[in-house]
Structures are given as C-alpha cells and as structure tokens.
C-alpha cells in the first residue's frame, strides 16, 4: 500500500483509485467514526463514503482535489473565503434535523475540495455530541493558534480568523474557555503549541468584542 497523508493521529494509504484506508496508529477503534460519518451522509452532509471499518481500520471513498489548507498555501483560495466556507461547514453540521452532533477540529486541513461534491469533511475522530458553540470555538481557536504564531501565513490566518467570526451564527465566547481546555488535553500538541493557547484565545476575544 503507499501512503499518501498522515495526520497526528492516522496514516492514509491508497487502496486503488476510488478507496483510501486510514489507520489510526494507536490502534483506537474506527467503527465509531464510520458511524458517525455514515449518520452524516444520510443527513446530505458532506463527508466520504464509508466502505467498511474493523478494528483501528477505515476504508472510505477516495477524494479527488487539495485540501482546504493546501489550497491556501498554494494562493489558489483566499483567507476570507476560507473562514466564510468553515462558518459554512459548522452551520450546515449544527442545522441537522434531531442532531447535536459537532467536529470539533473543523480546520482548513480536515476540508477537502473536490470538483465533484464541492468541500467535503473528513477526519471525524473526535467529533461528539454537544453545544455548537463550542464547535464553533474550536475552529476559531485552531485557527488563531496560528494567527497568533510567528509563521509568514499568520497575516492571512489573521483574516481568516475575522471572516468566521463575521460568518458564523452562533454565539461562542461563552464557549471559549473549553475549547482552550479541551486543545490544551490534546495528547497530540507540542509543549510549545499548548503554551501559545492563551495569545490564541485573547486574539479570539479581541475580535469577537470589537
């Protein structure tokens, strides 16, 4: 099999031209996100299509396109549009009928843009059930961790960070102080990253109350 992504938590290989399979590399069970993403499809919502899950195992639709973040690195999609199509994504997840369902990582690299379904979401590892503010929080919060960082996209992650916050619906600095809880608990961010969470959060507020 090659490899062709890896996250924080899985590898992603090619099975063939239509079906990837991600592999979480702690061996944690992949039949709980199958689930949830089949739920997800059955609602419209835009997510790959479930093959088949076994133990640590996903096996889903291969998408064809960039992801979101590739997009903007490369300059072919702006930082404006990108926080509009994120508010986007979270306001079409929390208007499903009977769901409470959030993502809770809903950042440009878990977007992917494709020619024939348009952005589809993926990596619902740690998606649960909850308020969508909170939701709404931690995309903003993700977002300002590199606004705030020393990186020569920050400025544009800057932008980005404003165009959520214009964009999405629903109210999320009561939800702020969890979503900096729950990212500073991420096994899978470096000291340095946990420690940059409280110019992450201050740049969230700056915003949101001005």
Request: proline share 9%; glycine share 10%; with cysteine.
């Amino acid at each position: 099999m090659k490899i062709i992504g890896q996250g924080r938590t899985a590898d992603v290989y090619a099975l063939d031209e239509t079906r990837v399979l991600r592999r979480y590399r702690d061996g944690d069970d992949a039949t709980r996100e199958a689930g949830v993403m089949t739920r997800l499809a059955g609602h419209g919502y835009p997510v790959p299509a479930v093959v088949r899950a076994e133990g640590p195992d996903l096996v889903m639709e291969r998408l064809a396109g960039p992801s979101l973040l590739d997009a903007l690195l490369e300059g072919a999609y702006e930082p404006e549009p990108a926080g509009e199509l994120i508010a986007e994504l979270l306001t079409r997840l929390h208007g499903l009928p009977g769901s409470r369902l959030l993502h809770l990582d809903l950042h440009p690299g878990n977007v992917m843009l494709t020619a024939s379904a348009g952005p589809v979401v993926i990596d619902w590892q740690t998606a649960e059930e909850g308020p969508p503010g909170l939701d709404c929080a931690m995309s903003a919060l993700i977002l300002a961790e590199v606004a705030v960082s020393p990186a020569p996209y920050a400025p544009g992650a800057r932008a980005g960070v404003a165009a959520l916050l214009a964009a999405v619906r629903t109210p999320l600095l009561p939800h702020l102080t969890a979503a900096r809880s729950r990212r500073a608990a991420d096994p899978n961010l470096t000291p340095d990253e946990v420690a940059a969470l409280g110019a992450a959060e201050s740049f969230v507020r700056s915003l949101a109350t001005a």
